[in-house]
């Protein structure tokens, strides 16, 4: 089952046929003169930028520091805090479903509230702050960051390894000079409760000291029948500065999910098309035995973000950080193997899962002018040591067969001890140099880094006679990779900047062949296109780009060693995006998104494998937002919102043998500010946001004939907070 694999080999799966070639237009906030002004002055902004409403002016996660989106040779959407809290995000996944090129499934891409964000056909990976998270992708709660941003195409030679479709860089929220205090009550479908706090400001009268604090606590059922959505959240941050030149800002924060629901996967035939009862299953079916649900998870994280300018041309950055991660599980799961016309074999799955990520960044950077040219230049030393521990047991017999139209629950359940013990020792180094270059109107951006990973993995294995673990050797591999990035954008006029780049990725690859030589790195290459427009005056701003991206040493069947995989695949992914965030009118704003993705197997040694599309990856999407603001009369303050996703169709199986059905989805949304009731409610808001709402029932992606999954079903949520 998929949550029982790493991610890579999720990865490598999703590979199997891809799409990718994208126009992204991208209409975001106009940038302000006084960031402009910023930057031509050589001052640092590392961490913080700047925001208007629904749009972002600048993004960090393309060069390491805040720099206007209009002048990224990059495809870049951000999410500010301000949108998602318009559109009731509850997930990462949620804060971006209007941005081009990425899907995010269904109930598949919740379990044990993992993500799988596929982008530009590509499964990628997510980082905190500007430092990558574990590669499953635990989900982080979003009501603690203040944006979210994703950079499309390949990113190694900035970050090392990763996924040719980008990454996503989540931004917890910071301690600012201005007083934050703002509590809050959410309650909804599910029987959804919640209780929120967000407080920040300065400590001191020169506010060289700021804090911030956000927490919540939520209780609730889930989709599910038998499942829960409980979560408790808190994040402390402090923030130090002695001076114009110097910040140091601590960061910490705990997540507990105490209720966790693993994959629950269904067939085709009840879900795409009637069963053959003529009925179709049930979106609330619970696969699992209530008397064995008990799964949850722990995680906690602590670091910190440190700048220090020298002078006019020198300055030090560094960010770090130490996360554990403790899962427990142990759960009743589908095995997609039916067992007579109407029912499903299921296995008892126990896992226990720990896993430490330590990480630092440092960053030295120089401003300088050469010959006529502007310069921005960066060394980077990165190194991170990531240990796990993943302990599993599995039991299969009996069958555990359930009626998947008439569940009936309560079957004896023997004991599940764990079997398998596999402990995985990661390490990474890479140094890394990257130069921003403006020359007039044009801007360049070159970047190369050099990674060295060891991985050390070993398997023990329960001796069921004498009740002991086995205790192999390590096993060592170690990968080696030169990444590069090549990039310009210039200015036209009129605020019409047309750009190109070009970039690497690599991601190593665990195992060995049938001939026990180690796997090498996947490898990425991109070459993108496209023209962005801000014109002066007017917030709005818009990028439209092509793109062709190429993977090699993808993982296929070894046809002669059936049980082993060669490096002979490869996938060609092509398409095009548009993404538009403006105000297009006094109190009306709009988000617009289009994304064609073509992605293709051009190589593999699966029979009529070659020249077929990836499942989960939609051949079309589109999406719009649309928000209006009252500005005067008896409703001043008051804002309605719409919001429509359409889904295409995709493949169901690895040989494209059927297809999920496109869906489209309507949203709906209104804010009102209550002080124009009465000015004894200054500082109280309330929203109600509706998604699904004419409750669609769709299937949202499927990996085979076996493991479909449903989208989410109608989710109601009304919130009301005070800021005081």
Known sequence: MRHSLPARQRQGRAFRGHRSSVCTVALMGALSSAALAAQDAGTLAPVEVRTEGLRASEAVTATKSATPIERLPRSVSAVTDTEMK?????????????????????????????????????????????????????????????????????????????SPGGLIDLRTKRPTAE???????????????????????????????????????????????????DRRYFAGALTWKPDAATRLTLMANRQEDPSLTVHQP??????????????????????????????????????????????????????????????????????????????????????????????????????????????RVMLGLDAARVPNYQGTG???????????????????????PITSKREQRLRQTALYVQDQIDWGRLSVLVGLRRDKATLDQKTAVLNTVTGRFSDPSYTPKRDLATTGQLGASYDLGGGWSPFVNYAESFSPVTGTSAAGRPFEPHTGKQIEAGVKWVPPGRALVATASVYELKQRNVLTNDLANPGFATQTGGVRSRGGEIELKAGLARGLDAMLSYSATDAVVTATNTVNGVGKHPVGVPEQQASAWLSYRVGAGALQGLRFSVGLRHVGESAGDALNTFEVPSATLFDLGVQWSLVNLSPSLKGWETSLVVKNLADRRYVANCDNATNCYYGTGRRVALTASKSF
């Open 394 to 416: 599995t039991r299969a017999a009996p069958a555990f067969a359930l009626d998947l139209y008439n569940p009936v629950y309560g079957q004896a359940l023997p004991a599940n």
């Open 266 to 375: 269904l067939p085709r035939v009840g879900t795409i098309v009637p069963g053959a009862n003529g009925r179709f299953i049930s979106r609330g079916l619970f696969l699992g035995e209530p008397a064995r649900h008990d799964s949850d998870k722990d995680a906690w994280r602590v670091g910190y973000a440190f700048s220090h300018r020298f002078n006019e041309v020198w300055s030090i950055e560094q960010n770090a950080a130490y996360k554990k991660v403790d899962i427990h599980v142990d759960e009743m799961q589908a095995t997609g193997v039916a067992a007579g016309a109407t029912g499903w074999t299921r296995r008892l799955f126990a896992a226990d899962y720990t896993i430490v990520t330590k990480q630092v960044d440092t960053r030295v950077v120089a401003r300088f002018d050469a010959a006529g040219t502007k310069h």
């Open 86 to 162: 318009a559109r009731d995000a509850q997930s990462v996944m949620e804060a971006l479903e209007h941005a081009p090129g990425l899907y995010g499934g269904g109930y598949s891409s919740g379990a044990l509230t993992r993500e799988y964000p596929m982008v530009r056909g590509f499964l990628v990976y997510q980082y905190l702050d500007g430092l990558k998270l574990h590669d499953s992708n635990w989900a982080e709660e979003p009501y603690g960051l203040e944006r979210v941003e994703l950079l499309r195409g390949p990113a190694s030679a900035l970050y090392g390894q990763g």
């Open 179 to 229: 007083t934050v205090r703002e509590v809050g009550l959410r309650v909804g479908s599910h029987g959804l409760r919640q209780g929120q706090f967000d407080l920040g400001g300065a400590l001191n009268a020169d506010a060289t000291w700021q804090y911030r604090l956000t927490g919540l606590v939520r209780k609730g059922d889930g989709e599910i029948d038998h499942t829960q959505s």
